[in-house]
């Protein structure tokens, strides 16, 4: 969910903006600014290809060996709320995330770039698709926040920057909260799945995705 421009605005912008889960705008958070850049080499004689994209000068959140927090308690989260309704169709496609471990990854995702889809994000769902999620995206590049409320699932939350530079991942969000979560870097867009996908997967900050367009 989104902290998004609604007031307050895997799986949401507030003054820096939030989207997804509520009302409010329940996961990201938002702030405004900026672009980056991208490199390309040539091979030579004897030059060896680095195993992951050298990355200069760019705000980058390192993925911990080990993750920060674990999912903790039944899922879905006891006391999800009803939801009010309407449920929106939101359209899906492919998004696909290079260099993993795994090679080349896909994700089925819903594709939330309206105010009142990403402020809705994922909230009152009770199960998600094992390769399903919900990719939200921004008019512009700033820093995101997302939180949690009314969301009833764990999610992993990738920041994607405009060049499909995933940024950070905050891994295992908890449910029904509304502690926020920062790309803390400019992002364009934010992918969010199963807690643990990223993990179980090997997707790491710095890795690339190609972001369908909407």
Not at 149 to 170: H, K, Q, S, W, Y
Request: aromatic content about 4%; hydrophobic content about 35%.
């Amino acid at each position: 969910m989104s902290r998004t421009s609604h007031g307050l605005a895997v799986a949401l912008v507030l003054a820096s903006s939030l989207c997804a889960c509520d009302p409010r705008a329940p996961e990201p958070t938002v702030t405004r600014d900026s672009t980056e850049a991208k490199g390309q080499s040539e091979p030579a004689q004897t030059t060896t290809t680095p195993s992951r994209p050298i990355l200069p000068n760019r705000c980058l959140k390192e993925t911990p060996a080990e993750p920060t927090r674990t999912v903790t308690g039944p899922v879905p989260a006891p006391g999800c709320p009803a939801d009010p309704g309407p449920v929106p169709e939101l359209v899906r496609k492919r998004v696909e995330i290079r260099g993993a471990s795994e090679g080349l990854l896909t994700v089925d995702a819903e594709i939330a770039k309206e105010d009142e889809h990403r402020m809705r994000g994922l909230m009152y769902r009770t199960s998600l698709p094992e390769n399903d999620g919900m990719l939200f995206i921004f008019e512009y590049d700033r820093e995101l926040n997302f939180w949690m409320r009314n969301t009833c699932i764990p999610l992993d939350m990738m920041f994607i920057a405009a060049d499909g530079t995933i940024v950070a991942i905050e891994e295992n969000t908890p449910t029904l909260t509304d502690e926020t979560f920062s790309s803390g870097c400019n992002a364009r867009y934010v992918l969010e799945v199963n807690a643990g996908w990223s993990r179980k997967h090997g997707v790491k900050a710095g890795m690339k995705v190609k972001v369908p367009k909407a």
